[in-house]
Structures are given as C-alpha cells and as structure tokens.
C-alpha cells in the first residue's frame, strides 16, 4: 500500500489527508487554523501533524500549488531549484503562492527524506492553443510579464473528467466534456480528449464566472473609470477580489442563502442569481461552440454538486445542443446522471477529489 500525505497549505492553515493511494481510502486527515497567530508558524503547525500521525510514515507528500505560470507543466519532484521556481512565480499569485512554499518547506523538514511532490493547479490548462491563452494586449509587454491565461483548478478537472469517462463507460480520449467547477471560487473548462482547450480563469482565479466573492468578467475599463474617481490599486484589488461577485450582488455569499433570498421573494438575490446563471449560459454555450458538441456536461464543486437549481437554470432551453435535464434526477442529491435517458448530450453531477488526485500524480512520480 501506498501512503501519500497531502498539504494543502494557505496562510492562515494547513489542511491535510492521509491517503491510500491504491484504494483512495482516506486513512487520516484534518486542518490546523490560526497559523501566524500566537507565535504559531507553518513549521510549527507540521509538527502538531506529525504527532497526530504517530508512527505513520507516508511514502510520497503531494502538495497543492496554485501557480506553476509556464515554467510546470505536470506534477514536478521537489528540490531546492524547483523551491526557486516556485518562488519566483508569487508574483503571479501572491496570496497562494508564498503559504504553498511554506507547507512544502516546513513538509520537507518534518518528513526528512520522504519526497515532495508539487502538484500545480496550472499544469492541467498548459496545452491550450496559443489562441485561448493569448490576450490582445502588446505581445512584448505580455512576454515580459508573463501575461497570460493560465487557468486554475486544474487538479479537479483532471479527477473530475476521469471519472466522467468512467460513468460513460467510453474512453477519456473520445470525450468532448465541459465541466463546471462551481464553488466558492468557481470556473468552467472545455476539455477534448482529456486536454484542457480553454478555461474561464485566466491570469489570475479573478476572471470568467462570477463567484462568491470575485467579479468575475469585467470591462477593464471600470478599473480606469474608478482609478480617476479615486480608487488606489489595492482598493481595487479589494473591490474586485472580496467585495464583488455574490457578495457584491446581494450580500452573501453562499448559494444556500442567495437561493433561500429568490425563494422568498427577495428582488436582490433574484437578480444576483440570475447574473450568476446568466455568466454560466455564457460559457456553457462559448465551450459548445469551440468543441463542435458536447459528449457531456459536467458539474462539480459545493455549489455545482449541490444546488439543483442552479444546475436546473443553466442547462435551461440548451434542448437545441442535444442537453435534456431530468428534473426528478436533478432534484435528489448524490444521483450522477441528471439528465434523461434519450439526451444525446449527458448531464452529470460527480464529486471533486483533488486530495486523491494530488495523491496519484505524487505517487506517480514516485
């Protein structure tokens, strides 16, 4: 048996899982929070986990990397020069990427000898065409800093379109998929034959869908028109970041309570709910469009594996592309298949495991 130990680090906390990666059994895990404060640090909180685990040794530790810009295409063995690179990129990600090199560090000398692997949520988006990762901007000033679509959550669309092609019962190779990762943090991906073809997020986790607390699109020329009326840069960072989205919209930002709000009639969570729907439609129909077809669509991550509604709104009147929701199958929570069973296009709702996938691609290198 095969036991990878997986981080995922941020800035305040460390969560983890202990795994099997043969079985995909979780043997343990857990999270230590209030990192940073009470003189508690990362190296400090690995160590509470240490002992936790006891005589427990894993085999491979597989860690969570937000950014991996163009220098990580795949699941990389860590040393001091991958460490470097890592560093290198915080600029791209600077609220991610400093508290992953933390948990890696402090991993690293809590289990002396055990191999680190990074796993990059990045890396599955790196074979998208020039043409979906080029933004039209001056191309020098791009090349320099690095200026490009580099999409996110790519660890749950790998797991998540794996297990679509084993509900299919057809080969990932064959399948034209669109998967909703719809969270807190939420983006759509079209992916033919197992390869990410383009992706809503871009740069940074900011762009596409709106989220919970992130805008999502927006005219870039807001940031210039609020720049003159007095916005500084990190006031429009925080508008844009933790101030807009459902948020913004309605003054929540968990689809629980925004549904509850259209439920009862509230005129504001209606509309933020029918923007919210409004984006997914956008991208839904976007991705049919550039894959030619669609063998399934896909939902996953809290909200996309719990809110029937929102699944219900967004794959409303798409009877045209070949999409026919089964609205008793979409109404009971934990059934797979929602759509009916003469719908030329299948409509799935199938959990996330980015632990596990994290866990396979670590041990893969092992």
């Known amino acids: 048996m095969t036991l990878a130990f997986v981080v995922n680090s941020g800035s305040s906390s460390i969560k983890w899982e202990l795994l099997s990666v043969e079985s995909g059994t979780r043997e343990a895990g857990g999270i230590v929070e209030r990192i940073g404060e009470g003189g508690t640090d990362h190296e400090g909180a690995m160590r509470s986990i240490l002992e936790e685990l006891g ?126 990762h719809l969270g807190n943090g939420a983006s759509i991906c079209a992916i033919d034959g197992g390869r990410s073809v383009d992706t809503s997020m871009g740069l940074t986790p900011l762009e596409g869908l709106v989220m919970g607390s992130r805008s999502g ?39 629980r309570d925004v549904l509850a709000g259209v439920d009862a009639g509230d005129a504001t969570a209606t509309l933020a709910f029918e923007v919210y729907v409004h984006r997914l439609r956008h991208y839904i129909g976007a991705y049919l469009a550039e894959l030619g077809g669609a063998d399934a669509i896909v939902f996953t991550a809290g909200v996309g594996e719990n809110a029937a509604p929102v699944r219900a709104a967004a794959l409303a009147g798409f009877e045209w592309a070949g999409i026919h929701l089964d609205p008793s199958r979409n109404a009971v929570r934990g059934t797979t298949v929602i759509s009916t069973d003469v719908s030329p296009v299948a409509a799935l709702v199938i959990p996330t495991n980015e632990e596990l996938e994290i866990a396979r691609q670590a041990a893969a290198l092992l």
């Open 55 to 180: 005589d427990v040794h894993p085999d491979v530790i597989g860690h969570r990397v937000v950014h991996g810009g163009s220098l990580f295409s795949a699941a990389t063995l860590v040393d001091d020069a991958v460490l470097e690179s890592i560093e290198t990129l915080s600029a791209l990600a600077p609220l991610h990427n400093p508290a992953n090199l933390a948990g890696i560090r402090a991993a690293r000398a809590a289990f002396p000898g055990v191999p680190n692997v990074a796993v990059f949520d990045t890396a599955f988006h790196a074979q998208m065409p020039p043409s979906a990762y080029t933004y039209a901007i001056d191309a020098s000033v791009a090349e320099s800093h690095g200026v490009r679509r580099y999409g996110f959550h790519g660890t749950s669309y790998q797991y998540v379109s794996g297990r679509a092609a084993e509900v299919l019962g057809r080969p990932l190779s064959d399948l034209k998929l669109i998967v909703l």
């Open 217 to 255: 699109d927006v005219d870039a020329g807001i940031l210039f028109h609020l720049g003159r009326a007095g916005f500084s840069l990190p006031e429009l960072d925080t508008l844009l970041n933790r101030r807009s989205g459902m948020l913004g919209l309605s003054g929540k930002t968990d689809m």
